[in-house]
Nanobody, 119 residues
Framework: QVQIVESGGGLVQPGGSLRLSCAATGNFSNLYIMSWFRRVPGKEREMVAEIEPEGDTEYADFVNGRFTISRDNAKRMIWLQMNDLEPGDTAVYYC?????????????WGQGTQVTVAH
């Protein structure tokens, strides 16, 4: 059984920082791309950042250099360092992982962690 668990959300003032963590647990053989998505109230879920096992990364345009995704393959974890947060970053942030037990990977999702940027 696979579990994807996020942590690190909370309330922060505009201009502040938060670091989100995501851990993938279970008896699986391969862990592929891992990603952060978010759902802003009233909008569709959108990709924030993703990272390959080799370390290649991709970011959404709205990140604009403020966020950094990182990964530890041995720990099966990723992080999202978010700096210079804006009220528009208020959302539920979800971690996603592509995991394979045999040949074909499937995507698994965490329950999400709330990030609120406000005074």
């Amino acid at each position: 059984q696979v579990q994807i668990v996020e942590s690190g959300g909370g309330l922060v003032q505009p201009g502040g920082s938060l670091r989100l963590s995501c851990a993938a647990t279970g008896n699986f053989s391969n862990l592929y791309i891992m990603s952060w998505f978010r759902r802003v109230p009233g909008k569709e879920r959108e990709m924030v950042a993703e990272i390959e096992p080799e370390g290649d990364t991709e970011y959404a345009d709205f990140v604009n250099g403020r966020f950094t995704i990182s990964r530890d393959n041995a720990k099966r974890m990723i992080w999202l360092q978010m700096n210079d947060l804006e009220p528009g970053d208020t959302a539920v942030y979800y971690c996603s992982a592509a995991i394979a037990f045999d040949a074909l990977p499937s995507f698994y999702w965490g329950q999400g962690t709330q990030v609120t940027v406000a005074h």
